[in-house]
């Protein structure tokens, strides 16, 4: 394992994968994908193995690439399930528009899975740092706000247990009031972006001194990371 815990990444990573399922004649000639005991075995996919979710964007216009989407979406996470009946799945979404059209897919989760859906999501406004989350952000995302996009996505699963959120802190620290509504949801950890960091004089990287008092006194009210 070379000193590492543990390998997070998407359960489909490769774009030979992708799939059709309202177009039949294309669909026949899409690939199969399996869990192969030949590179893990099912205690190493558990416990050695985190996966990632981005599913496509369900909430577009267009009916019949909405259908496949969710389809999409449904398989890759049937199989993310097949793959961790314990453990996290984390989940991040290309688009915040319509967030309680992923959350419905939550509802019933099966009995025998024992983990964790952790939704990643920004703490503040996407835009704010949206080169620290990811590129490409278009402007439709400006003035998002992101304790509304979790409260939606989070009643669609009508409050399932299993479901959690993860928060990426921005670089600057948001208002207290704006911490306050984050301390009675289930918050499963706190992401910190290298760009909160800076360098110390002896070229250490080290959280500036507002992250480390302010922001660790707050966030010692959110329930430890697993």
Known sequence: SFGYEGIIAPVICSKEYKREFIDKSVGKNQKCFTRSPLILNSHEWNDKF???????????????????NELQFRQELQFALH????????LQLKSFRDPAAYGK??????????????LAIPMVDTKKFSSVWRTGVS????????WTVWHKFHAA???????????TLPSDLPSVEQLKRWLGEPV????IPYSCFTTSGSNYAILPPQHKKGEA???SKFKKCS
């Open 217 to 219: 006194k707050r966030s």
């Open 188 to 191: 499963s950890m706190l992401i």
């Open 50 to 68: 985190s996966v990632i979710l981005t599913p496509p964007d369900i909430s577009v216009e267009d009916e019949e690439l909405r259908e496949n």
């Open 105 to 118: 897919f939550l509802i019933n989760l099966p009995e025998n899975f024992h983990g964790k859906i952790i």
């Open 83 to 90: 793959l961790k009946n314990r453990g996290n799945i984390m």
């Open 157 to 167: 699963t009508n409050f399932n247990v299993k479901v959690e959120v993860a928060l």
């Open 139 to 146: 402007e439709e995302f400006e003035g998002i706000d992101m």
